[in-house]
C-alpha cells in the first residue's frame, strides 16, 4: 500500500514541476506583453491568461473601480485586454472608426443598414402598430389589477415586444400561436447567435401579396440596401446582409425592452412618491379615456424621459462592451504608461456599468433619482454605446418602454412583491424574470377612497340610519 502512496505522490510532484516549469513563464511571458509596455496589470488575473478562461462583467467593474490608471492591462482567455478606465479612451473605443466589434471581418461588415432607417419617421409609422400591442397588454392586465394579484413583468413585455417588433419588421401580424413559435425561435436563435435559422431566413425581403401596406422595418432595409449597396455587394450579399440586419434587430430588441421596462417598474414600486409624480406628469399630458398615445404626447413627457434615462444609468442593458481595435489607437495625453499606441488587433473593453456607477461622474449612484438628468448627461452616460456602432435597437427599444411605462403607470398602480419576487441583477438579464409587482387599478382605489369618505360622517355618528 505504501508503495501506491509513493508513487502517487511521484506523479503529483512530477506533475507540479512540469506546471511551474511550463506555467510559470508562460504568465510571465503574458504579464510581461503590458509591463513592457507601461501599463499596470490587474491583479488576481491569473487565470484569464489561459486560452478559455473569459474575464466576466462583475470582475470588470471591480477591476475599475480599483484602477488607478486610465488604461489597466488584462487577458480574456489568453488574449491581451485593455480595460478602458479613462472616459475619453472608452468614448473612443465606442465611437471611433478604428474600433469595431469582436468578429469584425473588414470593410462589407460595415455599419447595419438598420441605423440608415431607423430615423423619427421610421418610429412615427411603426407608432401605431406598437400602440396596439401596448393596449392589448394593458387591457390583458385589467382583471389582475381589479384583483390586486402580483404578475411578472419580465413575462408579459416579454410577449408585448415580441408581437410588436415581430409585426413592425416583417409587417405580418401576429397571432398567438404564431408569436409564440416567433418567441421560441428568437430563444434559439439567441444560444446560436452564430446561426441564422431557416425559420427567420423564410421571411421574404419582398411583399408576397402585392397589396399595399404601410411601410415596416423589412420594407425599409430592402429599399435601403437597394439604393445604397447594390452595386458595391451585389444582390446575394446584399440579401444576406439585409436578412442578418434584420436577424440581429430582432434577437436584440425583445429582452432589452422587457429588461428596461421591468427595471422601471421595480424602481417605481420601491419608491410610491416617484411613482406618483409620474404618474400625475402624465395625466397632464394624455387623456383620461385615451387608447392610443401620439408622437407629440410622448416628446411632451419629459420627466419620463428621464426616469427611463435613469433605470439606464442604473441597469444598462449592457454592462459591458467589447471593442477590437482596427489600427493602431494612440492613446490621449496624460492617460498613463509609456506605451502610446494599442496595437491592431488588441481587445478594448469598456465597462459600462462602472462609468454608469462612478461618482466621480453621478452624485450618489447608488440612488434612483431621475431629476440627475438632463444636466448629469455626460460621455460617461453610454447605455446603449455611442458612435456608428451604438446598440441598432435603441430607439425601437426606447420608443416601446415610453408606451408601455406611459400607459401602464397612468392606469395602473405598482406595488413592489419583497416576499416572492428579487431584485434585478444587472450582471444578468434572467434575472429580471424573478421580479415581481403587485398592480391595483387606480380608478379603484379612487372609486374606495371616495365611497369611504361618503361613509366616513356616518361612522363618526356610530350609526347607519337616521
Not at 65 to 81: I, M, Q, S, Y
Not at 176 to 198: G, H, M, N, W, Y
Not at 230 to 259: C, H, W, Y
Given at each position: 500500500?505504501?508503495?501506491?502512496?509513493?508513487?502517487?505522490?511521484?506523479?503529483?510532484?512530477?506533475?507540479?514541476?512540469?506546471?511551474?516549469?511550463?506555467?510559470?513563464?508562460?504568465?510571465?511571458?503574458?504579464?510581461?506583453?503590458?509591463?513592457?509596455?507601461?501599463?499596470?496589470?490587474?491583479?488576481?488575473?491569473?487565470?484569464?491568461?489561459?486560452?478559455?478562461?473569459?474575464?466576466?462583467?462583475?470582475?470588470?467593474?471591480?477591476?475599475?473601480?480599483?484602477?488607478?490608471?486610465?488604461?489597466?492591462?488584462?487577458?480574456?482567455?489568453?488574449?491581451?485586454?485593455?480595460?478602458?478606465?479613462?472616459?475619453?479612451?472608452?468614448?473612443?473605443?465606442?465611437?471611433?472608426?478604428?474600433?469595431?466589434?469582436?468578429?469584425?471581418?473588414?470593410?462589407?461588415?460595415?455599419?447595419?443598414?438598420?441605423?440608415?432607417?431607423?430615423?423619427?419617421?421610421?418610429?412615427?409609422?411603426?407608432?401605431?402598430?406598437?400602440?396596439?400591442?401596448?393596449?392589448?397588454?394593458?387591457?390583458?392586465?385589467?382583471?389582475?389589477?381589479?384583483?390586486?394579484?402580483?404578475?411578472?413583468?419580465?413575462?408579459?413585455?416579454?410577449?408585448?415586444?415580441?408581437?410588436?417588433?415581430?409585426?413592425?419588421?416583417?409587417?405580418?401580424?401576429?397571432?398567438?400561436?404564431?408569436?409564440?413559435?416567433?418567441?421560441?425561435?428568437?430563444?434559439?436563435?439567441?444560444?446560436?447567435?452564430?446561426?441564422?435559422?431557416?425559420?427567420?431566413?423564410?421571411?421574404?425581403?419582398?411583399?408576397?401579396?402585392?397589396?399595399?401596406?404601410?411601410?415596416?422595418?423589412?420594407?425599409?432595409?430592402?429599399?435601403?440596401?437597394?439604393?445604397?449597396?447594390?452595386?458595391?455587394?451585389?444582390?446575394?450579399?446584399?440579401?444576406?446582409?439585409?436578412?442578418?440586419?434584420?436577424?440581429?434587430?430582432?434577437?436584440?430588441?425583445?429582452?432589452?425592452?422587457?429588461?428596461?421596462?421591468?427595471?422601471?417598474?421595480?424602481?417605481?414600486?420601491?419608491?410610491?412618491?416617484?411613482?406618483?409624480?409620474?404618474?400625475k406628469h402624465l395625466d397632464g399630458v394624455l387623456d383620461e379615456h385615451q387608447q392610443q398615445i401620439t408622437i407629440d404626447q410622448l416628446d411632451r413627457l419629459s420627466y419620463l424621459e428621464n426616469v427611463l434615462r435613469e433605470t439606464l444609468r442604473k441597469y444598462p442593458l449592457v454592462p459591458v462592451v467589447r471593442r477590437v481595435t482596427t489600427k493602431p489607437y494612440t492613446l490621449p495625453p496624460g492617460s498613463g504608461g509609456r506605451a502610446s499606441t494599442l496595437e491592431t488587433d488588441t481587445l478594448v473593453v469598456v465597462p459600462v456599468h462602472a462609468f454608469h456607477h462612478d461618482g466621480r461622474h453621478f452624485a450618489a449612484p447608488e440612488a434612483f433619482r431621475p431629476d440627475r438628468f438632463p444636466e448629469q448627461l455626460t460621455v460617461a452616460y453610454m447605455p446603449y454605446g455611442t458612435g456608428p456602432r451604438s446598440y441598432i435597437g435603441k430607439h425601437f427599444v426606447g420608443l416601446e418602454a415610453k408606451l408601455i411605462i406611459a400607459a401602464l403607470v397612468s392606469r395602473y398602480e405598482v406595488h413592489l412583491d419583497s416576499e416572492t419576487g428579487t431584485p434585478p441583477n444587472p450582471f444578468d438579464v434572467t434575472s429580471f424574470a424573478g421580479v415581481q409587482v403587485m398592480v391595483a387599478n387606480r380608478n379603484m382605489r379612487d372609486r374606495e377612497s371616495s365611497i369611504e369618505a361618503s361613509l366616513k360622517p356616518i361612522n363618526d355618528k356610530k350609526f347607519l340610519f337616521f
Open positions: 500500500m505504501s508503495g501506491y502512496i509513493t508513487v502517487a505522490l511521484e506523479v503529483l510532484a512530477f506533475l507540479a514541476f512540469v506546471v511551474m516549469a511550463v506555467g510559470v513563464p508562460y504568465v510571465r511571458r503574458k504579464r510581461g506583453y503590458w509591463t513592457d509596455r507601461g501599463v499596470p496589470v490587474a491583479g488576481g488575473t491569473l487565470a484569464t491568461t489561459f486560452p478559455g478562461v473569459r474575464l466576466n462583467e462583475r470582475l470588470l467593474t471591480s477591476y475599475f473601480k480599483h484602477a488607478t490608471a486610465a488604461v489597466v492591462g488584462l487577458h480574456d482567455a489568453g488574449r491581451p485586454c485593455a480595460l478602458a478606465c479613462d472616459v475619453r479612451i472608452a468614448a473612443s473605443a465606442m465611437g471611433n472608426d478604428g474600433f469595431a466589434e469582436p468578429g469584425y471581418r473588414g470593410a462589407q461588415d460595415g455599419c447595419s443598414l438598420v441605423r440608415t432607417v431607423m430615423d423619427a419617421e421610421t418610429m412615427a409609422t411603426v407608432m401605431p402598430v406598437m400602440n396596439e400591442c401596448v393596449a392589448e397588454l394593458v387591457t390583458s392586465l385589467e382583471a389582475v389589477a381589479n384583483r390586486r394579484l402580483t404578475i411578472a413583468p419580465w413575462t408579459r413585455v416579454r410577449k408585448c415586444a415580441a408581437t410588436a417588433v415581430a409585426t413592425c419588421v416583417y409587417g405580418q401580424p401576429m397571432i398567438d400561436s404564431r408569436i409564440e413559435a416567433f418567441a421560441a425561435q428568437c430563444d434559439k436563435a439567441l444560444k446560436s447567435p452564430a446561426v441564422i435559422t431557416d425559420y427567420f431566413a423564410g421571411y421574404g425581403l419582398s411583399d408576397d401579396d402585392g397589396r399595399a401596406q404601410p411601410p415596416h422595418i423589412k420594407r425599409l432595409l430592402h429599399e435601403a440596401s437597394a439604393d445604397h449597396h447594390q452595386q458595391q455587394l451585389g444582390s446575394d450579399v446584399n440579401s444576406k446582409r439585409v436578412r442578418s440586419n434584420m436577424f440581429e434587430f430582432v434577437t436584440g430588441s425583445i429582452e432589452p425592452t422587457a429588461a428596461l421596462v421591468t427595471a422601471t417598474l421595480y424602481e417605481l414600486a420601491l419608491d410610491q412618491n416617484l411613482q406618483n409624480r409620474l404618474r
